[in-house]
């Protein structure tokens, strides 16, 4: 099975309102039952970037993991895994430097969160250095900016969106660098070297988690499926 990474700018603009406590209550009942993958974004991200984020992370059902997005609010993070660092990305109204967020120990939610935000989140108090994406290692959260892609022409803004977020999706559940950041080509979890690297990528038809990424990752949801 291959995904193709596709947005079409022809996609509405408009989404229906979402029912924050109607996704809650969902997640609230499968929880025990079921891992879930939780995109949690700011009213200030429009519906069509949204959607290109909740695109990057659809590949991720065929493990057996359960995705869903909420809006931003204080429901979205209950049963959440290490909630704080996503809480503050989510409601940030301006750079975040990932230096003041830190993560409680262990934590053993079956709910792993994803925030994304409009603006920068930047390495350290002394530094313009933005890392793009997969800082699950330091952060134990999914925390994603996406200001570099919302710099981009249109027709790139939602794959790339769409990239990053796979990405961050696949270091939340494998961590472990050695197989996060994968040799394969062709994989959706290589880590792309330079943003010339990502355009050709994006555009690419025929990426996939390759055999070694993919059974992680199964692997991944099997632990957390029996998480307390």
Known sequence: MRVHHKIHDNQAEHEPELNSKTVIYNSYHYHRMKPTLRLIYPASIAPRQVEAAMTGLEPFR?????????PACHMAFEGV???????????????VRIDSLKAKPDDTRRILGIAITPHRIL??????????????EYLKSG???ISTPLRQLETLRNLMITMLLTYEGGHLLIPN?????????????RRNSDFEQMLQ????????????????????????????
């Not at 390495?123 to 699950?136: F, H, Q, T």
């Not at 660098?177 to 979890?189: A, F, I, Q």
């Open 177 to 189: 660098k050695e197989v996060s950041d994968c040799p394969d080509g062709h994989c959706l979890m």
């Open 143 to 145: 925390v994603l900016s």
């Open 201 to 228: 990528r994006m555009t690419a038809k025929d990426l996939d988690f390759c055999a070694e990424c993919g059974h992680a990752i199964r692997e991944a949801v099997s632990l957390l499926s029996c998480a307390q």
């Open 81 to 95: 895994r290490y909630p704080d660092p996503l809480r503050t990305v989510a409601f940030a109204d301006g750079d």
């Open 62 to 70: 065929r493990f057996g993991i359960l995705v869903e997005r909420v």
């Open 123 to 136: 390495c350290s108090s002394d530094s313009d250095v933005a890392p793009i994406a997969g800082m699950v």
